[in-house]
């Protein structure tokens, strides 16, 4: 459904243009504007003693006018005092533009940079990074090689924007298909990384159920540090790397084929910018030479292990000169190669002996137009074993290793043995130091459970432990790295796109099946746990993805970068509109990481230009036509269906009917202010003066209630176009309770104790949101009593099923922002127990974490292995919020 989802986005129709803003008032004190340094200070004062008078108070309802806020009742027609806006209030009104340096008087006269921001970055702010904010030459020698190919079941690149990229594929030797690649859970019983730390070791397990196969595939890496001599240490970086492959026979399930005999592994490597040589094959195994513009000269060998008594193992080889649209393709290409010997052999040409699907043995460099001959840049190496066989690919850098000691490195057999018994030790040993489960307290979930248990006695039971190490690892397996070009698509109509300039990208990804490429909202989450695991890592990635925001202060919500990311999806579905938006849990990410002390001055420093431009940003392209309200730009309807894809929670019930005038998301709302509050906590540790716009956050917490709060129903609400029985449409609250209705707590901003304890109350209700998964998105009955009518049905994506970032951000809340609110302890106990009793169990049953999970039933339903933000599980388990 996610690819339904995001797949049915359109342009957003019926958006409006942006307009010029209208003539400033008389300065008479009733929506005078000011671009003024004084007024703007004053109003901050105004907002500040206004936000202190509701805070303390805690009143609930829409304002009145005269008391400082702008409540839900209210307008600038109205009430002028309260809502007509002014420079320095903190909130980029409809009448306020952002600064564009070089304008003219005019428009510099009707312009506000307290409130809306410079249009553009300028180019001084790139200059305010200073070197020592930026990963360092360790850190990225450590990282240089990696598995940052998530979308195939194993698959290895360089972090290079000129990379060096390896593949594995296998087949039945006798028969074509199916050629695993591409990582998929069709016809594959189970698959992921059981351990990963995410920098030099990795060990998978794949259960090919349609093969009959147990697979199992390791990655280790020796980086620089761990070699005594070094011939050009800036080509060493990324040392050498071993990859053990191995294939067992599996029981065959009722009309599956009986595990074959020989399997037919295949090593693709490339260095599209270099060369590959041809390959030796001796009574050792097999090698090549060749040449990458990061890595320099280097050999890749395969040395096999047989079942004792066996036949020796098969080696074959195809090398070429390929384009990058080929390397795309390179399962394609091999189906290609085995069809015409295919052809061949009908013509009379000589059959495999023993009737395998073998490469045919050859080099086949490219010769231009001039008579040029380009070398090959590509190598299929191929290995026909035995079922039970053990095969090691060893890639040795010449330039770690003087050329008379190359024949002495070891990174196979009993060494590469050694090794990897050595690094799973590690990595158990660093993650019980980081998540020590087998000594955190917990509780028994309540109810009847299924399968294994989690918490046996007051500690998380042996499986569990285990459950969270996958969990972990599984989302370290799945960083990837792109290279390439994007498309954005074109105002104002935004109905076609432009091919960008290449650009990088580093990020975690949610599911290597489908969706194994950047997705902004996700990777917040993603990086929640990352940062407690490897904090350098984390900020890594956030450095990237800022790196990605244009000019105006966008960032594309998903990176659709390279050929071989856009190679399954249709191009109309590549273009980012550059006026939708998506949550800001990046900056989620960097508050754990500053809570933490793991956000130094100079990484900060590197960040805060780009993190107030992307605040502003949202307030101009995402505001609301009401003061201090917000509403996310995109929402299409589509098959009968609002569409809310920017906001992530795709088809969860908006107003039935929208307009730019009346839609103010609640949501949003929180997520802005919570933009706020982490900028100003950059702000306080970098020592940055304060202004009148720091002083929003207040503002905004004091809007909360008096915008979103509905008396009537005692939960937070969107206000929209509702249409009533008969056509008649009025303006009024969205009355449903689920994830929207609880975002200020998700989000720790709410602090009216009434709508607090309300709100924990329908959390806490097993007929509003407690389930035995976890708490549903969306409640099966309406607030003002009767089932809610949009429960469980259409798409049902966002309507009732269970979401772990939602759970994770509820028990986070929970235990740390309102630990002592009324009934807070009990459901966070009762909400941990249930979300990770059931999660274990659906993994115990399946094998995979999921995208989501039914309320009632437990079962995991949509995508898998869905160890993105699924893989939060690990945190509550171990209380590291």
Not at 295 to 312: I, N, R, W, Y
Not at 749 to 778: F, K, P, Q
Request: hydrophobic share 40%; aromatic share 8%; with cysteine.
């Amino acid at each position: 459904k996610r690819s339904t989802c995001r797949e049915r986005e359109m342009a957003p129709h019926g958006s409006r243009p942006h307009k010029p803003p209208g003539a400033s008032k008389a300065d008479d004190g009733k929506g005078a504007r000011s671009p003024g340094m004084i007024v703007g200070a004053v109003a901050a004062v105004v907002v500040a003693i206004a936000a202190y008078a509701f805070l303390s108070q805690a009143p609930a309802g829409p304002g009145v006018c005269g008391d400082g806020l702008c409540g839900y009742a209210e307008t600038a027609g109205s009430c002028p005092a309260d809502c007509a806006g002014r420079c320095g209030d903190g909130f980029c009104s409809m009448l306020e533009t952002c600064k564009s340096l070089g304008a003219s008087d005019a428009v510099l006269r009707s312009s506000c940079q307290e409130d809306c921001g410079l249009c553009q970055m300028p180019a001084s702010a790139a200059k305010q990074c200073p070197a020592e904010g930026l990963p360092s030459a360790v850190h990225n020698a450590s990282l240089l090689w990696g598995t940052y190919r998530p979308h195939l079941f194993l698959g290895l690149r360089t972090r290079a924007p000129k990379p060096v990229i390896a593949g594995l594929m296998w087949h039945d030797a006798a028969t074509v298909e199916p050629l695993r690649y591409e990582a998929t859970s069709g016809g594959i019983a189970r698959y992921g990384w059981v351990r990963h730390d995410g920098e030099s070791f990795g060990h998978q397990i794949i259960q090919d159920e349609d093969l009959s196969l147990d697979v199992n595939t390791t990655f280790v890496k020796v980086v620089t540090t761990e070699v005594k001599h070094v011939v050009d240490p800036g080509a060493a970086a990324g040392g050498d790397w071993a990859v053990r492959v191995s294939a067992g026979k599996r029981k065959a399930k009722r009309g599956k084929r009986n595990s074959p005999e020989f399997v037919s592994f295949i090593l693709h490597i490339a260095a599209p910018s270099g060369s590959v040589k041809e390959p030796v094959i001796t009574e050792k195994g097999v090698s090549f030479e060749g040449k990458g513009p990061v890595t320099k000269g280097f050999t890749l060998s395969a040395h096999s292990v047989m079942p004792e008594g066996g036949p020796a193992a098969e080696i074959h080889y195809f090398g070429a000169t390929l384009q990058q649209d080929a390397l795309d393709r390179a399962d394609d290409l091999v189906k290609q190669i085995y069809s015409y010997k295919a052809q061949q052999q009908a013509q009379g040409g000589a059959a495999h002996p023993s009737g395998f699907k073998v490469l045919p043995d050859m080099m086949q460099p490219k010769t231009d137009k001039k008579g040029t001959t380009k070398p090959c840049n590509s190598m299929f190496l191929q290995v026909v074993v035995p079922v039970g066989s053990m095969i090691d690919f060893v890639f040795t850098s010449h330039a770690s290793h003087p050329e008379a000691e190359r024949n002495g490195i070891d990174l196979s057999g009993p060494a590469l043995s050694k090794i990897m018994i050595e690094r799973y030790r590690l990595f158990d040993m660093r993650f019980q130091e980081i998540f020590p489960l087998a000594t955190v307290p917990c509780q028994p979930a309540p109810g009847k459970k299924a399968g294994v248990e989690a918490c046996t006695g007051k500690h998380y039971s042996p499986e569990a432990q285990e459950f969270g190490k996958v969990a972990l690892s599984q989302l370290l397996g799945g960083m990837a790295y792109l290279s390439g070009t994007w498309f954005k698509a074109d105002p104002p109509f935004y109905n076609t796109s432009t091919e960008q300039s290449a650009v990088v990208s580093f990020s975690a990804t949610p599911c290597r099946d489908g969706f194994a490429r950047g997705f902004l909202w996700d990777d917040g989450f993603h990086l929640m746990l990352l940062a407690k695991w490897n904090p350098a890592i984390a900020r890594d990635v956030l450095l990237h993805w800022f790196g990605l925001m244009q000019p105006d202060g966008w960032i594309p919500r998903e990176q659709f970068i390279g050929g071989e990311t856009r190679r399954r999806i249709e191009s109309r579905w590549w273009s980012q509109i550059p006026t939708h938006a998506n949550p800001p849990t990046l900056l989620l990410a960097l508050e754990s990481l500053i809570d933490a002390g793991e956000a130094p001055n100079a990484f900060l420093q590197c960040l805060l230009p780009k993190i107030q431009a992307w605040l502003d940003w949202f307030r101009r392209s995402q505001r609301g036509h009401a003061l201090h309200s917000f509403k996310w730009s995109g929402r299409v309807r589509t098959e009968g269906i609002w569409h809310t894809l920017s906001s992530g929670l795709d088809d969860y019930p908006r107003a039935n009917a929208t307009s730019i005038a009346a839609d103010r998301h609640v949501d949003l709302f929180c997520w802005i202010a919570s933009m706020h509050r982490v900028l100003a906590k950059a702000k306080t540790i970098l020592g940055v003066e304060a202004t009148p716009n720091d002083q929003a956050l207040a503002s905004l917490r004091a809007h909360l209630d008096v915008i979103h709060w509905n008396n009537d129903t005692k939960s937070y609400a969107d206000r929209g176009l509702i249409e009533k029985p008969g056509g008649a449409v009025q303006d009024l609250f969205v009355e449903h309770i689920g994830y929207i209705s609880i975002f200020p707590i998700l989000l720790q901003l709410a602090s009216n104790t009434e709508a607090v304890e309300h709100t924990i109350r329908a959390m806490a209700d097993s007929h509003h949101l407690l389930s035995r998964a976890g708490l549903r998105s969306l409640s099966k009955h309406a607030p003002t009593g009767g089932r809610d009518p949009v429960y469980g049905t259409q798409e049902d994506y966002w309507r009732g099923k269970v979401w772990v970032p939602m759970n994770f951000l509820a028990l986070r809340a929970l235990k740390t922002g309102y630990r002592d609110a009324k009934g807070a302890d009990a459901l966070y106990k009762t909400l941990r127990a249930s979300l990770v009793q059931n999660m274990l169990s659906q993994y115990t049953k399946h094998g995979f974490l999921f995208e989501q999970y039914h309320d009632a039933s437990g079962e995991g339903l949509k995508h898998k292995p869905f160890a993105g933000w699924s893989a939060l599980v690990l945190l509550a388990m171990g209380e590291r919020y």
